[in-house]
């Protein structure tokens, strides 16, 4: 069986900073991709950025420049570096991640329970 549980969600003033964790636990062989997604209300779930094994990154146009993802292997965790913060990005945020949980077996998708970000002044 394999977790994720984010933190680091909260109330931000236009403008400020917030650091998203996620960390992974439970039967882990490896871990593949690393990934932020999110979803404001009414809307759909979007991908904000994603990290590779190697460390190769994709970003959402929308949080280019603002927005940074990093993982830490050894801790099983990636995060989110989010500055400039807007009212736009005010959604739940989720962390997806593609797990192998032995060496013989397939590579499955996982999510967490989601993070509150609210942008508001």
């Known amino acids: 069986q394999v977790q994720l549980v984010e933190s680091g969600g909260g109330l931000v003033q236009p403008g400020g900073s917030l650091r998203l964790s996620c960390v992974a636990s439970?039967?882990?062989?490896?871990?593949?991709?690393m990934a932020w997604y999110r979803q404001a209300p009414g809307g759909e779930r979007e991908l904000v950025a994603r990290?590779?094994?190697?460390?190769?990154?994709n970003y959402a146009d929308s949080v280019k420049g603002r927005f940074t993802i990093s993982r830490d292997n050894a801790k099983n965790t990636v995060y989110l570096q989010m500055n400039s913060l807007k009212p736009e990005d005010t959604a739940v945020y989720y962390c997806?991640?593609?797990?192998?949980?032995?060496?013989?077996?397939?590579?499955?998708?996982?999510w967490g329970q989601g993070t509150q970000v609210t942008v508001a002044s």
């Open positions: 439970g039967r882990i062989f490896s871990i593949n991709f």
């Open positions: 997806n991640t593609q797990i192998k949980s032995s060496l013989y077996s397939g590579a499955y998708d996982y």
């Open positions: 990290i590779s094994t190697g460390g190769s990154t």
